[in-house]
């Protein structure tokens, strides 16, 4: 398990697991920065500076499974994109260009950024209910259960809504695919 490894100390495997945990922090940003701080930062950014958070404090990373991981990447992403909106109107200041924990070709990242430019633009197109089911379903893998007990829904209303939001962006996506056409 590359989680276990990472936590026994083994710093490649921390590496292929913040690699892997990337897009799911850059999505997720895109859908949690306001239209005004995304003026100021770029969702690739936030990730950046998430990521290296997580690094740099991993040695502090209490727990075993991959849900309890993910569950504290997420929440100094949410501190992170917190501190941001508190000094968007006091600072202008701009985030450090983003760093790679891998070896990318420039032909990989530019169709890397070409699809998540197209995810973003697709995600804004959704229903501000569709894009928290996405962002806290799909990616921050909360569960259905937690979800339900958060919204007051049973499990089945959390699955129909995920679903049902899923196909609004695959239809925001071919939409939009159709339309460069």
Known sequence: DGLAAAVAGDAEALGRILEQVRPRVVVWAA????????????????????????????????????????????????????????RAGAEKRRLPAPQSFSQTSPSTAMSRREDVARLFAALERLAPDDREVLLLRKVEERPVAELAALWGVSENAVRVRCCRALAALRAELDGHATSRV
């Open 31 to 86: 859908g949690r920065l306001s239209t005004k701080l995304r003026g100021e930062v770029q969702p690739e950014d936030v990730a950046q500076e998430v990521l290296l958070a997580v690094h740099r404090d991993f040695a502090g990373f209490r727990g075993g499974s991959s849900e309890d991981f993910l569950r504290w990447v997420f929440t100094i992403a949410r501190h992170r994109v917190a501190d941001l909106a508190d």
